[in-house]
């Protein structure tokens, strides 16, 4: 397993970078960075703006203003931080709406139906 960890930690450095993109999903909902993507701030529908301080070996791009891409040299810190800026808002399942990966699909679930 250590050895698993480390050659990952040197793909990384050696052939370039990994990358994980998230999709936001809803009305109202949008991201922006400041600070050459070492911040990150969502309106989520909530009262405040979420903030997110980035760590130091990872990278935060905003495509669109729903279209995030998270970039690093050390896959397993691009992952958490992925995760923990997808589980402050994790997909409805009757909607369908909030954060989730780009290749992420949701199966929805049928609402109620008419007598």
Known sequence: MDYLIIFIFMTGKMEGKFFRFLKIVGVGFRARTES?????????????????????????????????????????????????VCSCKPPAVYKGKGIMYIDEVVKKKQGKKPK
Do not use: M, W
């Not at 529908?45 to 995030?68: D, L, T």
């Open 36 to 84: 050459e993507g070492r911040q990150l701030f969502l309106k989520l529908g909530y009262s405040h703006e979420v903030e997110f301080a980035v760590p130091p070996a990872v990278r935060v791009f905003r495509f669109k203003p729903n279209i995030i891409c998270c970039t690093g040299i050390d896959q397993q810190r691009v992952h958490q931080f992925a995760g923990a």
